[in-house]
């Protein structure tokens, strides 16, 4: 089901230059004021393999909320955002702590480490997160079905690029690359049930030697208009 008002959120859209893409994917993060989503995670590392189910609430104005748990529906983690900070809880060790939006996890029990949780689980976004604030400029890139675009946006002594793979027509991201100056962030590709799928049924995370493959079992959004709200069911 799919519905909203000024137009369909994230419905077929012919783009002819990078211009255009760029306009498109803002108003398509922009648009979204939530989502809830039931995925399956398989995080690979160096640790191994591990398997489990979740549970995504998401909004603008709430935060946060994230649910995993593994065989048998144990509870293995709950990870709420709350103002500027994250709140951890982990009922299996009986560990609970509370770190700063933008403060890296580490698991040496796992030998497992995260960027900022802020950072993390806007990579759970199942679109790409782009909003005008960012002042992102484009740096390269070309009309055509596929290409690439590449975006820049500089802070100080940081710049941070990011590498889009697409289809023009209709405009789809298939992966996304974002260096931080000469280092490689994040990469992740998007996968589609079929060619008229808005949304990715499967993203696959990469950060430093981890890999996360997320498989959306149900996927919500709630879509935001001038005029009114809908909601987009997919999956």
């Known amino acids: 089901m799919l519905s909203c008002a000024r137009r369909p959120c994230f419905e077929t859209y012919m783009a002819v230059t990078p211009q255009e893409v760029l306009s498109e994917l803002i108003y398509r993060c922009e648009s979204v004021e939530g ?10 590392g160096p640790f191994g393999r591990f398997r489990f189910k979740g549970d995504i609430d998401y909004g603008v104005d709430r935060g946060w909320h994230v649910l995993l748990s593994g065989p048998l529906g144990i509870r293995l983690a709950e990870i709420e955002s709350i103002g500027n900070r994250f709140i951890i809880n982990m009922p299996y060790n009986t560990m609970m702590t509370e770190v700063d939006i933008d403060h ?37 890139g070309e009309a055509g079905s596929p290409g690439n675009i590449s975006l820049v946006r500089t802070d100080g002594t940081v710049r941070d690029s990011l590498v889009l793979s697409l289809d023009y027509s209709p405009l789809r991201v298939w992966r996304e690359k974002l260096w931080r100056n000469d280092g490689l962030q994040s990469s992740r590709r998007f996968i589609y049930n079929d060619k008229n799928d808005y949304l990715p049924f499967r993203i696959i995370i990469e950060i430093n030697d981890l890999m996360l493959d997320v498989k959306y079992r149900s996927l919500k959004m709630d879509i935001s208009s001038p005029r009114e709200t809908k909601t987009t069911e997919a999956l």
Do not use: G, H, K, R
């Not at 989502?35 to 690979?44: D, G, I, V, Y």
């Open 104 to 140: 890296p996890v580490n698991l040496p029990e796992y030998d497992i480490s995260f960027p900022d949780l802020s950072f993390a689980t806007t990579l759970l976004m199942p679109y790409t997160s782009l909003t005008e604030t960012e002042e992102w400029s484009i740096a390269c």
């Open 35 to 44: 989502f809830t989503a039931e995925p399956e995670f398989q995080l690979s």
